[in-house]
């Protein structure tokens, strides 16, 4: 597999890593769920080079993750949104900070915490099914070949 075809294997891992798949675009998108949203907030944040951001931000905004919203006209500045295709990789996003929760923070404990809105409690991401509502771990998952499969002779 070549890093830059991942984006046409029969793997959603490998299509989503295609995209989001590096240290500074997971830094950016955590960013953007923090509400960062002009590059030079970006850059200060991240402390990453105004060429690697622009390179970072193109490629989301090419896979549809994030658009740009023109904020200034003179000279023109534009905002990097999350769009639908993006708040999908909440998530995602929640499921790495999970799991630096767990095994990444030491003895001074999470940096951060979550609180859901609807009941005003702090939580932890879990993953239940979509059809009985119950928890799901890797122990009560088994995989069938879907519709997009490649079939192997």
Known sequence: MRWNELKREPCSVARTVSVIGDRWTLLILRDCFLRVRRFEEFQARLGVTRHVLADRLRKLV?????????????PRRFEYRLTDKGLDLHPVLLAVVH????????????????????CGHMFDPVMTCSACSQP?????????????AVRRR
Do not use: N
């Open 136 to 148: 799901v771990d890797v122990r009560a998952v088994r995989l069938h070949p879907g519709p997009g």
């Open 99 to 118: 799991w630096g929760d767990v095994h990444m923070s030491g003895r001074r404990g999470r940096p951060m915490l979550h609180e859901h809105l609807a």
């Open 62 to 74: 090419r896979a549809g993750v994030l658009h740009k919203v023109v904020y200034q006209t003179r």
